[in-house]
């Protein structure tokens, strides 16, 4: 386990990359699903709105 | 399929259809990168040169690959835009350009970290790395001239000019290794003859780039349908859109 985390002395180098290419996708993914959310919020309010007008 | 083509070009029904292929698309993604990072970094044997440090390239690799890619999905985009004046089509260049970006930074950052055991820096101004880096510009401008406009219709013409000369860069980023005696070492899966790269480091690595391929079409579903939300100003279907969905 430890020659594993060690990664030949590259260890920092190796965990560093894969945790920040984790953390990137997860932003990636977590702030295109929040935009969504408030879009779908924003839409709905403005449909409610016209049509509100219309009648 | 013309029917189909303008079928899917209309906004209610590309919402839809967006919302309905997402999870086909992230939970493979999900799965592939999951079983490509176990691949390569406990699978995969070790380099005989560069030691366990050669795992980096299974994140940098694909992310590398998508930055490119996602740019030329954009360009295509923001050109059929502008030809065929398909709103939908500006959307999808709109929605590609924050997720490219993304891909661009990791890239470089994966690159760099990767670099200072490898060459002893953690930056160069090497063709590869200066190219990659404009790459990132292109897409910062791209998006810095959007936001710049209160039109969408203008931001869309003004920004799809930018996004097809800035394909001229993709060529540049891709060949830089070859035409240029570059400290970035040169392709090693993508040569038309065999790949210089063992079956059994490869395949972790063809896994990761597959899963990248898929969660960007994941995300982009999200963001496309933003992108939609945010140019619809027909009430009539809004008010049937599910907030769950």
């Known amino acids: ?55 | 399929m013309w029917l189909w083509f303008h079928k899917l070009s209309s906004p209610p029904h590309a919402f839809r259809t967006a919302g309905r292929l997402r999870p086909w698309f992230f939970w493979p993604a999900v799965l592939l990168i999951a079983i490509g990072t176990f691949g390569g970094l406990v699978l995969a044997p070790e380099d005989y040169q560069q030691k366990d440090a050669f795992r980096i390239l299974y994140v940098h690799v694909p992310s590398a690959s998508l930055s490119l890619m996602v740019y030329v999905a954009m360009a295509v985009g923001a050109a059929i835009g502008l030809i065929w004046r398909m709103k939908l089509a500006h959307a999808f260049a709109a929605a590609c350009a924050p997720i490219g970006a993304w891909f661009t930074v990791l890239t470089l950052a994966t690159g760099s970290i990767y670099g200072k055991p490898m060459w002893g820096t953690w930056w160069e101004w090497d063709p590869r790395l200066t190219s990659e880096l404009i790459l990132l510009f292109l897409y910062l401008g791209y998006m810095a001239l959007r936001a710049s406009f209160d039109d969408t219709q203008r931001a869309d013409r003004a920004s799809a000019i930018l996004a097809i000369v800035g394909v001229v860069n993709v060529p540049i980023v891709k060949y830089s290794v070859v035409w240029w005696n570059s400290l970035h070492q040169g392709p090693s899966i993508s040569k038309l003859s065999a790949p210089s790269i063992h079956g059994s480091m490869l395949w972790p690595l063809l896994v990761m780039m597959l899963g990248f391929v898929l969660y960007f079409a994941a995300v982009m579903c999200d963001r496309i349908r933003s992108e939609i939300l945010r140019r619809e100003r027909n009430a009539s279907w809004l008010s049937e859109i599910d907030a769950e969905t």
Do not use: H
């Open chain 1, 1 to 55: 386990m430890q020659d594993f985390l060690y990664m030949s002395g590259y260890g920092p180098y190796v965990w560093s990359c894969f945790l920040l290419t984790f953390a990137v996708l997860i932003y990636n993914a977590w702030q295109a699903r929040m935009t969504l959310g408030e879009e779908i919020v924003k839409a709905q309010r403005r449909a409610r709105t016209q049509t509100g007008s219309d009648t």
